[in-house]
């Protein structure tokens, strides 16, 4: 589950990036940026090509802490510390330039290794948004990304865009279609928020960094193949993605029959400030997912009747089963360096937690400081808080002992799994930054009966 940010949108001064990942649809991120470069190699401007890379480490640990039991996928109760490593190699391409009609060819390749705490098991809201969680995955490359993005401008009349490894326009139409097909990540265009979105120098919780409640269409290593259609005008944007469901519960492998299968999204994006003077957006998210997805109450009734064991939500899962949920996000500045962001997210909780994590609802408000009042302007003090909670058949599922992808202890004395965390992140030099960061965890997976976790983190990221 690797979200790729590049920091040259999530530093953004442009208010209308054209849709790219870390700024989406003209969100102006506008923290401080100092003249110094934050990428080790300068990408110019004016050419037809892209050619970047990033790669981020994070060395996370706990403590012992008070565990009365362990099931198969809990967060280990004896003290630990785990390092994850990913690398990415950003290259695009311009066949042609048109102001109107833009068109850019996008082929990312990525590799994961290293390990999460407890393999990134026994945590809704997992602590390193870079881990992937089958480790049997190895850290061979593989394509992240191998996409078609096509611009289709309504006007002449042109906005500024910031150039990222993603879109490389550096002007745009100020109302345009913007078209997307290929392989591809869905939280680098839906979901956006310049605070918390980015693993690399900001948060680095699940469900700090995306909304825990959206069930997003993705394989193990948080990819898909999908169609975007997203509009652009001065003040607001809209965007529609039809993506590959996998095949089953966090699998590697996609169902490719649409007609069996899919997840669709969207989301509408208003950028309107409630601080006059300042910028800020608010996005509103739906998805439905169709795919062939265990019901909770189902797998209750099969234990209760004796046909199974314990609880086995994918035994007899219907096809063409659907779930549904909504997603608020929003982002103000307050001042010159302060801003603050929250997330609230809802889905109908019968079905079976399939791709993203094993959230139901959550909430979280956060925000961060810049560096500028000690002369550091790309440094960033960040905190935030996260609750997250699952439906009663779910915590049922759990409590008889049944497994999710990601949690079950044998037993359940359910609670809300409550977050805290709190990070800075020190520009070191040109493209290197370092961070150190902090998380509190009560009731991990959701369990009064475990916890609370204090969970240290440092991290090392170069922008090439």
Do not use: C
Not at 112 to 124: I, K, N
Not at 135 to 141: E, I, M, Q, Y
Not at 269 to 297: C, D, W
Not at 398 to 405: D, I, Q
């Amino acid at each position: 589950m690797v979200r790729i940010l590049p920091v040259a949108a999530q530093e953004s001064q442009n208010p209308s990036s054209g849709g790219s990942a870390g700024s989406s649809s003209g969100e102006q991120a506008t923290a401080p940026s100092s003249s110094e470069d934050v990428t080790v190699f300068p990408h110019p401007a004016n050419t037809r090509y892209y050619v970047g890379g990033q790669s981020n480490i994070i060395f996370q640990a706990h403590p012992p802490f008070h565990s009365l039991y362990e099931g198969t996928n809990s967060f280990h109760g004896a003290g630990e510390y785990k390092t994850s490593l990913v690398g990415t190699f950003y290259t695009a391409f311009q066949p042609h330039r048109n102001l109107r009609y833009n068109t850019d060819l996008i082929v990312d390749a990525e590799s994961a290794g290293g390990r999460g705490l407890s393999q990134a098991l026994g945590l809704a809201g997992f602590t390193n948004l870079d881990v992937v969680r089958n480790p049997n995955l190895g850290s061979a490359p593989y394509l992240a990304r191998g996409e078609i993005h096509q611009t289709i401008g309504l006007t002449n009349e042109m906005v500024d865009s910031e150039r990222t490894p993603l879109s490389l326009a550096t002007k745009v139409p100020v109302r345009r279609f913007d078209f997307r097909i290929g392989k591809m990540s869905l939280p680098d265009l839906f979901d956006i928020n310049p605070i918390g979105s980015d693993s690399h120098l900001q948060f680095t919780n699940w469900t700090v960094d995306n909304n825990g409640a959206w069930d997003y269409a993705a394989d193990t290593r948080g990819y898909t193949v999908a169609a975007v259609l997203e509009y652009d005008d001065r003040n607001w944007s809209a965007r529609y993605g039809l993506a590959a469901m996998p095949t089953v519960a966090n699998g590697i492998d996609l169902d490719w029959a649409i007609s069996r299968a899919r997840g669709q999204n969207m989301e509408f994006e208003l950028r309107k400030s409630f601080v006059p003077g300042r910028q800020g957006a608010t996005r509103i998210l739906s998805f439905v997912n169709k795919a062939h997805m265990g019901i909770y109450k189902d797998a209750i009734n099969n234990y209760l009747e004796g046909k199974t064991p314990t609880p086995e939500i994918a035994n007899n899962a219907p096809i063409g089963t659907v779930k549904y949920g909504f997603g608020w996000n929003n982002w103000q500045e307050l001042t010159e360096n302060l801003r603050v962001f929250s997330r609230v997210g809802w889905n109908e909780g019968a079905h079976e937690s399939f791709a993203y994590t094993e959230v139901d609802q959550t909430v979280l408000f956060g925000g961060d400081y810049a560096g500028t009042r000690w002369h550091q302007p790309d440094d960033k003090f960040g905190v935030a808080f996260v609750s997250n909670a699952i439906k009663k058949y779910h915590q049922t599922y759990l409590a008889y002992g049944g497994l999710g992808f990601l949690l079950g202890d044998g037993r359940l004395n359910y609670g809300r799994e409550n977050i805290v965390e709190g990070y800075y992140t020190h520009h070191i030099h040109t493209g290197l930054f370092a961070s150190l960061g902090l998380t509190h965890i009560n009731d991990p997976g959701y369990n009064r009966d475990r916890g609370p976790v204090w969970v240290p983190s440092m991290r090392m990221h170069v922008d090439f």
